[in-house]
């Protein structure tokens, strides 16, 4: 700690602590969540771990290594999968035990009606019956054939699910909690408003192409969303010259033998244009379009929703009987705006990875089961603590795909409501299984001890309970499974 830093363009930043000295923007995303680049200058805090982007930053140490944000997320997620219960499933529990009782009333029946003088080979047939019907071969089968065949068929959909209790606990979800960047939104911003600041002399047409000429080279997710704004209306974009990235502020180049610069509204200091307060009060990302140092349009940013993402919360809604809750790091005028869109009331913002885990233990000393999606490292920590959890898998950080229970490969959002359906099902046909094998041990024991059950239909009973069960499990393994899975979640 008190060490200073360089961070060079587009180098991560190694430690955290406090700029000392220039300017620049920070993707920091990973961390909290933010889907656009922060402005840093001097005062600011950064992050382990965190994207420097054109400028140059030095920076002084101000925490230990150990206690690094991203260290605590680390230690978060260690702490958390320490407090998880050790599920297992009901029949492990059980059959050990089991077992050793069927012995024991086996040994029973042999010795006992001996002793009593009973003849040897019909005390040794029931007694051999008694041990095959009662053993409980149908009962294992019963669980472990639907809950692998449930995740072969949602890995064959793109969805890995890492284990037989993570499809269990899908199961038993009864709300979903979202991150918000990169989750419900791909966490690249789109132009969504131009509001001239003198409407007379400048239509949205030719401010855009203004905006995108200066915006060209800049390697920004701002300038990256403008620039595709202007092509994608077929604008023809001139060519600009003496082109200048200026860190944390915006960029700045000479087009058809103007200065235009696109800036950042703290650039233009503490008076803030009525476009710019529109805008961000709508939850929009603003920046400015100045002309020859006059201020002639804002430009309104925003995330872009995941296509289909309000059918997804409809379904997730359908099946927990419960919108989707919201957790994010953004600000909550973002996020509120964005919920709004897809049809989810239930937002928590401004969160870092600690406040979201205090968010899901909220919710899981409710009484819910908890099932998070989520992307970022910030999420990891959150995700251990849930009661089971869904990363992202084109853009999930390493961290998060390790913690997952189960990873959504194609980042398909609609797999999510799909899985749980499918877990659901599962544990359906297992308790049909758990039914039918019971029922089938019950009759041949009683049969057994209460009459005359003859060996080979003992034989027969057992091992055709046992191949049911199995092949009642094996149905979902069909292509059909995933399909009535897929309907009943939409």
């Known amino acids: 700690m008190g060490d200073h830093v360089i961070v060079r ?80 499933l009901f029949i492990e529990k059980v059959e050990q035990r089991y077992s050793v009782g069927v012995v024991v009333a086996t040994l029973a029946l042999f010795i006992i009606p001996l002793a009593l003088g009973a003849q040897l080979q019909s005390t040794l047939l029931r007694a051999m019956t008694f041990m095959i019907v009662a053993s409980p071969c149908a009962v294992v089968l019963a669980t472990m054939p639907p809950l692998l065949s449930a995740i072969a068929n949602a890995g064959r959909h793109g969805v890995l699910v890492k284990s037989a209790v993570a499809m269990e606990h899908l199961a038993d979800t009864t709300v ?22 003198n409407e007379q002399d400048f239509d949205g047409r030719e401010i855009l192409r203004i905006a995108a000429a200066a915006e060209q080279f800049s390697e920004h997710p701002i300038g990256r969303a403008v620039v595709f704004a202007a092509r994608k209306r077929g604008l023809a974009i001139p060519a600009a010259a003496d082109f200048r990235a200026l860190p944390g502020r915006g960029v700045s180049a000479r087009v058809d033998g103007r200065v235009v610069k696109v800036l950042s509204p703290r650039s233009l200091g503490n008076n803030p244009l009525r476009e710019v307060t529109a805008l961000e009060e709508a939850g929009a990302t603003a920046v400015v379009l100045v002309l020859d140092d006059q201020p002639v349009a804002v430009l309104g940013l925003d995330d872009t929703v995941r296509e289909g993402t309000g059918e997804v919360v409809r379904a997730i809604t359908e099946i927990t009987s419960r919108p989707p809750v919201v957790l994010t790091g953004d600000n909550h005028r973002a996020a509120r705006r964005l919920a709004s869109q897809v049809g989810i009331d239930d937002v928590r913002a401004d969160l870092l990875p600690d406040n979201k885990v205090a968010a899901v233990r909220q919710l899981q000393a409710d009484g819910h089961r908890v099932l998070l999606v989520g992307d970022g490292i910030n999420d990891a920590p ?68 209460l009459g005359h059950l003859p060996l080979p239909l003992g034989v027969a009973g057992h091992e055709g309970s046992t191949i049911i069960v199995a092949l009642n499990g094996l149905r979902l393994l069909s292509s059909r499974a995933w399909r009535t899975a897929s309907a009943t979640s939409s």
């Open 9 to 88: 363009p587009g180098e991560r930043v190694s430690a955290d602590g406090v700029v000392i000295d220039g300017a620049s923007d920070v993707d920091q995303s990973s961390v909290t969540g933010e889907p656009l680049p922060a402005t840093k200058t001097v005062g600011d805090d950064v992050y382990a771990g965190t994207l420097n982007g054109a400028g140059v930053l030095r920076i002084r140490v101000t925490h230990d290594p150990a206690d690094t944000v991203v260290a605590r997320i680390v230690a978060l997620v260690a702490e958390a999968s320490a407090t998880k219960a050790k599920t297992q």
């Open 382 to 449: 959150a995700m251990a603590a849930a009661h089971t959890s869904v990363a992202m898998g084109r853009t999930g950080a390493d961290l998060t795909l390790q913690t997952a229970d189960a990873v959504t490969v194609r980042d398909e959002l609609a797999t999510v409501p799909a899985v749980v359906a499918l877990a659901r099902r599962a544990r359906r046909i297992v308790i049909a299984n758990l039914a039918i094998a019971a029922t089938v041990i019950a009759t041949l024991v009683a049969w057994d001890l």
């Open 176 to 197: 979903v909690a979202v991150d918000k960047t990169g989750t419900l939104t791909t966490g690249a911003p789109r132009l969504t408003a131009i509001a001239p600041t």
